[in-house]
């Protein structure tokens, strides 16, 4: 939480709570000047753990967000839908990309901040989009820039056996890479 309330400057905030729950509701600005909502829900399940989720809503989802909103409580309050079973899912041990909250996320971060703002494991981690069983595509990113010494520019002399080598890069995903090098390098010889 503390990194998205230094990452977005609060416009708007809320919070109350019920029995162990903890709501927050936050209007934040990015960097893009759109705005959104955070909205996180906090239990305490002992002395010092909580469970958090944390739910983002972009200022152009807002509208269908509401009407959605409004259409189920109607119906719940006319008998015309009945209130399903909440589950909850605690999630002990989360791997790859459930591991990282979701506004740290390399996507989430691009949208929110710009892609400037992305360390070039951030890129990279856009662009193969998955990880292997071993490595998310995050930590998968992040060996492939230590292996150029995090030089972006050192990419440009790997060929796709290279990157064929890490795990979960196949001939598809080498291939991406590849081709989004090249554009970026006749992108700068252009714009010399």
Known sequence: MEAAQGAYPNLAT?????????????????????????????????????HRRTIQLWEEDLG?????????????????????????????????????PEFDRPRE????LGADKLTNAELLAILLGTGSSELSV??????????????????????????CKFPGIGVAKAATLLAALELG????????
Request: aromatic content about 10%; overall charge positive.
């Open 14 to 50: 809320e919070s109350f709570s019920h029995g162990r729950k903890h709501y927050f509701i936050d209007v934040k600005k990015a960097n893009n000047d759109t705005h959104f909502l955070l909205i996180t829900s906090s239990e305490k399940y002992d002395e010092d753990k909580y």
């Open 185 to 192: 390098k006749r992108t700068f010889s252009v714009a010399k």
């Open 64 to 100: 269908f967000f509401v009407e959605a909103l409004s259409m189920i409580l109607s119906q719940l309050a006319y008998g015309e839908l009945s209130p399903a079973e909440v589950k909850m899912e605690l999630v002990k041990d989360p791997k790859g990309m459930k591991a990282i």
């Open 109 to 112: 971060k691009l949208h929110a």
């Open 138 to 163: 995050l930590d998968l990113c992040k060996k492939i820039m230590k292996s150029v010494k995090n030089d972006p520019a050192r990419l440009l002399n790997r060929t796709a056996e290279d990157f």
